[in-house]
């Protein structure tokens, strides 16, 4: 099949393996597996950047007898095919030439103010396009900011457990990361007022995916949106907002984001990942004008500039066919699959073990019961045909290891049904060892 | 237009003036333009890019009553779009969910395939598919190599002039920069081991763009090839090779690329930009397994994954359509624009005045008469409705005053007569002007 990028129903399994997807890409250094002969040359932030020893068992995990919980993807499968065929056609006999042609560091103009009403629809309502940089994913807008606020040693603060993605960017800058806790309503406030006295330096920023977060799946409640605000706007704590997930909503329409709240301090990150199609890469940055003309450098520096096809495929998207109806279908499609997980969850999973119950996004975040290490059962549970992330990926201080986190996008819901059951299995056979060794 | 990123002639025109093609973004800082709240908390790295103050010129030169021969774009209207179109839209029929999904950080495994073929068709013949990473163009392959090796004060050894973007590259690591003299065969031997000799530490790496250069045009000849690879082997000095021009060749195929005559330190950069379509940035990097592992990581943390569509669409174009056909439509379009230039500069171009003749690719370089600064008199140019990119842009050190780059790829021939009817008449006005105060 010429053009295909891992295109049957195996190879887009695989597809989830992505590092942001197995979740755990940088969490165990291996070395001396590959004679290196330009050890003495890397720069010096290469030696904190390492892969990760379960990379290699999620090579398992691509196989089709395997059901993967561990992905990190949407459910492509829903987006129509045909139309978007006709759209992309259209637009090269249309606007070719310059779709297959550099454009502007910054990002086309057009898909600028069609950002700006998506934003304005979540409640960000007086963005303007010109403080809009169009980014490769929110990926690169992270990558960005870390270009251009960190230096080695400075500290970061970001919930704990965090989204694995922002692990590796803040280790590529060899910047520190301080987690604040989580509870059922987000991030805490009082552990984030803990968390900056603690800091030895002043942090540069909090990170935060205040709604239906990876990898957890919470939602940071509107009376702590308010307190997060307010105490970084006491301490001059900058923040970094990621929204990947605020449009995938299924019990009422989340709180409105952070940077709706107030246009001080608050670097807002927008992806068309999920509400459209990953394999686009097309994100952005919210910034102002100070910052915006450095982002751009930055990105001219890291890629010249963004596809100009993707960003006018994206531009055509949003302004001719009906995409709020199509984040509807993603919405109704993954409630359902949540509905069916957290159901298989009640029922099979074995006392002692609990779980997050999303209001929307694409994850659910669960304890172990007491005494079981989720990496170390992880090549039971490959064996037993089912894949999970360990949380210690979604830690950057060794946290994490009574929990994993389940996706429920991507697999269809007799796929979750059959991965929950062989999970309950896995668990339940680890927690009799547990209790035979500790008897 | 929906979907119109920037599609009719002045938008394309515009399309032009990214940093690479105005080629000369980061040489003098302008500061103090926009009140700057957090100047306090920007990152060391910040304070060496800067954006260039000709940027705001060039705002002018997207006006369709300017040529600019300033721009570094191919000319895709070229390009069989209607064709395109439709293999665009079946390839999302055949494969859309994978085509719109996350994909490795690698990149696509076909189309990596793919890329060693292209690469074996230059001489690079033992190219595994495994070595190579998709990166967002070349321009990201540099700037993970510059993430993976260089370090704040590290010294990189470059022609002079050199590409703007790498440029950028560097500036962002904090590398110092040191340029190697070129003549007509391309950088000049003795040159590079004065370079080394003179550096207080060992250079990192050179990079070198020795076939068809940006800015120059030159191609550096066969024996300087050995000769430089000699002299790097001697000195342990890693190499750089970017070659996006290499397919565009008007007289003859040029000497084979410096890694198909060893796969031992040196790192490729190749790009689909000028053979197919920059619209879609797709590139790679070949490198030794080691490095690879490295450059996935460092990529993961930049932008999590290339684009799987534009992948696919790169993969399908190279495995079921005539791109080497295309590329001979390319060269032969560029030639005559080529030789229309040259003829023209001939013609028109006052004593005193030199300028290469480029075997291949998109550029001609230009040395002034005596005395004349291509800077200063670029709002002169400007407002005779002619632009060109002055040296001083690709170089670190402040050189090339006495020089500019002409772009012969995208304008028509008959722009070119235009464009360089007026330069001559500017450069004949400058020559008059400075010979009014040296009399």
């Known amino acids: 099949m010429p053009g295909n990028p891992g295109g049957d129903d195996c190879a887009a399994e695989y597809a989830g393996m992505t590092s942001e997807s197995i979740g755990a890409a940088r969490e165990v250094t291996v070395s001396g597996t590959t004679l290196d002969d330009y050890t003495d040359r890397y720069a010096a932030r290469i030696h904190g950047m390492a892969q990760s020893e379960i ?106 457990p965090t989204y694995v993605g922002a692990l590796g960017v803040f280790q590529a800058a060899q910047a520190r990361v301080r987690h604040v806790t989580m509870d059922a309503e987000g991030l805490i406030p009082e552990a984030l007022e803990a968390a900056i006295a603690e800091s030895d330096t002043p942090p540069k920023f909090l990170y935060t995916v205040p709604t239906y977060q990876n990898p957890t799946g919470v939602t940071l409640t509107d009376r702590r949106r308010a307190a997060v605000l307010d105490i970084c706007d006491r301490h001059g704590l900058l923040i970094v907002e990621d929204d990947p997930y605020g449009m995938l909503a299924f019990d009422g329409e989340p709180p409105a984001p952070l940077r709706a709240r107030t246009d001080d301090g608050v670097f807002y990150l927008g992806t068309f990942s999920k509400t459209f199609a990953a ?30 096809f993707t960003q006018a495929a994206v531009t055509r998207y949003l302004s001719t066919m009906p995409w709020r109806q199509q984040v509807k279908v993603f919405r109704t499609l993954y409630q359902e699959r949540r509905d069916t997980m957290l159901a298989c969850l009640a029922e099979s999973m074995p006392a002692g073990m609990t779980w997050t119950r999303p209001g929307g996004g694409l994850f659910v975040w669960a304890d172990l019961p007491h005494g079981i290490d989720s990496k170390a059962m992880l090549p039971q549970a490959l064996a037993e045909r089912v894949a999970y992330v360990p949380g210690t990926g979604f830690h950057a201080d060794g946290g994490g290891t009574g929990q994993m986190r389940l996706n429920f996008s991507f697999p269809t819901s007799e796929r979750i049904r059959e991965g929950v059951r062989r999970l309950a299995g896995v668990i339940d056979a680890a927690t009799r060892l547990r209790d035979t060794f500790t008897a």
């Open 55 to 160: 990379r290699a068992l999620f090579a398992v995990a691509s196989r089709p007898e395997v059901v993967s919980l561990a992905g990190g993807n949407p459910d492509t499968t829903a987006l129509p095919m045909a139309e978007l065929g006709d759209m992309f056609a259209q637009l090269l006999r249309d606007n070719g030439p310059a779709a297959m042609l550099y454009c502007p560091g910054q990002g086309d103009t057009r898909l600028r103010e069609e950002i700006c009403r998506v934003m304005a629809s979540t409640g960000i309502a007086a963005a303007s396009p010109d403080d809009v940089v169009v980014t490769v994913g929110a990926q690169q807008g992270l990558s960005l900011l870390a270009t251009v606020f960190l230096d080695p040693g400075d500290i970061v603060l970001a919930e704990g």
């Open 279 to 308: 394999g686009l890469r097309v994100g952005w940055v919210l910034a102002p004008p100070a910052v915006r003309d450095k982002l751009v450098l930055a990105s001219e520096s890291q890629i010249l500039c963004p596809s100009a």
